[in-house]
């Protein structure tokens, strides 16, 4: 029996995209370092399990509109732990070739403030992922 607690927990996240084969590009690449598996694969989404949690990317023939604002209501980002500031400074390195821009180059790593160390990225559709280390 698993003695973690689950009430609370999330159980999965979902992100719907306006391209699945960029979002697969990006996302299933940061998960992918991130210690996440391939979990489901269907015509219009993927999803990505680690541990009990699960992130999903879809292309919706619902979506209001062609691109995500994190400015806006809804989602800004998602923070993950990304391991030690040397996987932190590792994953940012590698994060363009997979279709990722750094946000706030000029302050980073420290863009949250002096003691937190975290890779702030954003991918072509206008999600960001922080990348925490600790």
Same mark, same amino acid.
């Given at each position: 029996?698993?003695?973690?607690?689950? $009430?609370?927990?999330?159980?999965?996240?979902?992100?719907?995209? &306006?391209?699945?084969?960029?979002?697969? $590009? /990006?996302?299933?690449?940061?998960?992918?370092?991130?210690? %996440? $598996?391939?979990?489901? /694969?269907? =015509?219009? @989404?993927?999803?990505?399990?680690?541990?009990? @949690? %699960?992130?999903?990317?879809?292309? /919706?023939?619902?979506?209001? *509109?062609?691109? !995500?604002?994190?400015?806006? &209501?809804?989602?800004?980002?998602?923070?993950?732990?990304?391991?030690? $500031?040397?996987?932190?400074?590792?994953?940012?390195?590698?994060?363009?070739?997979?279709?990722?821009?750094?946000?706030?180059?000029?302050?980073?790593?420290?863009? @949250?403030? &002096?003691? !937190? %160390?975290? *890779? %702030?990225?954003?991918?072509?559709?206008?999600? =960001?992922?922080?990348?925490?280390?600790?």
């Amino acid at each position: 029996m698993n003695d973690v607690p689950r $009430r609370g927990a999330i159980h999965h996240v979902e992100l719907w995209v &306006p391209d699945l084969p960029r979002a697969v $590009r /990006s996302w299933g690449w940061l998960l992918g370092e991130l210690g %996440y $598996r391939p979990h489901q /694969s269907w =015509e219009h @989404g993927r999803s990505w399990l680690l541990g009990d @949690g %699960y992130v999903i990317v879809e292309q /919706s023939p619902a979506l209001t *509109a062609a691109a !995500h604002d994190r400015r806006r &209501p809804g989602l800004n980002h998602l923070a993950l732990h990304a391991g030690s $500031r040397a996987q932190v400074d590792a994953l940012a390195a590698a994060a363009p070739r997979h279709g990722w821009t750094l946000l706030f180059p000029d302050r980073h790593p420290h863009a @949250g403030g &002096p003691e !937190h %160390y975290a *890779a %702030y990225l954003e991918d072509a559709d206008g999600f =960001e992922a922080e990348l925490v280390a600790g």
